[in-house]
């Protein structure tokens, strides 16, 4: 439901029924009921006593908000984690992350299942050992809504044959790994908040209708606090 509600699929402003949703998943009206809490949690559907859930328009607003609380929950966890993480993991990254690039250039197959699997590892590992437990419960919670932002925008380059995001995003996270690996606290900030900033240009292309132009990324981060 969540990606179908991002790409567009699940129009904004449709009834989110049970019963339905039920019969088109394949699953008990329990699955369901606890999925649109979920989603609830996140903003995505409205619920109202006696009218149940209805889907909120996916804006270039709400990417925006999306990513500006995205962007002060990795940065603190990316600022806590430093000289936390293990270096071979690091460096397991760190030569993923440059076979993509290298992969991205040549322009074969961009191997879209295995950048999101490296990208999930990164963030995971960062959250996991920022040393908060209540950080890293939240970015837990809200992950699947970050990824499906994520998986959306790469399937509009994919669709486009647009290679240059696979590569770029592959190019900021090794910023990030690098930063971490030199135990540089207010680079690996810098390089996070970038990163974020980039890709929410990305997501709001994505939406239905979104803009094919640029935009100027609205998250700013000053660095380490």
């Known amino acids: 439901m969540l990606k179908e509600i991002v790409n567009g ?3 904004s402003g449709e009834h989110l029924v049970t019963q339905a949703l039920a019969r088109r998943y394949g699953v008990s009206h329990t699955l ?6 979920m989603l609830a949690g996140m903003g995505l559907p409205d619920v109202t006593p006696n009218r149940g859930a209805i889907v909120r328009k996916v804006t270039a607003r709400g990417v925006r908000e999306i990513c500006q609380v995205r962007c002060a929950l990795e940065c603190e966890a990316v600022r806590l984690a ?5 270096a071979n993991s690091l460096e397991r990254l760190r030569f993923d992350l440059r076979r993509l690039i290298e992969v991205a250039s040549t322009g074969r197959h961009p191997f879209i299942a295995e950048a999101r699997a490296v990208d999930s590892r990164l963030h995971d590992l960062i959250a996991g050992c920022c ?6 419960h939240e970015l837990g919670r ?3 809504l970050f990824r499906a932002f994520r998986d959306a925008a790469w399937d509009h380059s994919e669709s486009n044959n647009d290679l240059h995001r696979l590569a770029a995003e592959s190019s900021e996270h090794l910023a990030i790994v690098e930063a971490l690996l030199a135990g540089n606290r207010p680079g690996a900030v810098r390089a996070m908040a970038s990163h ?4 929410m240009t990305y997501w709001c292309r994505a939406l239905p209708n979104g803009p094919t132009h640029r935009e100027n990324p609205l998250v ?3 660095g380490e606090r």
């Open 32 to 37: 369901v009921r606890e999925a649109l809490v």
């Open 142 to 144: 809200l992950k699947d």
């Open 196 to 199: 974020i900033a980039s890709g």
């Open 82 to 86: 430093c000289g936390r993480i293990e």
């Open 9 to 11: 699929r699940i129009r």
């Open 220 to 222: 700013r981060v000053k």
């Open 131 to 136: 040393g908060n437990s209540f950080l890293a």
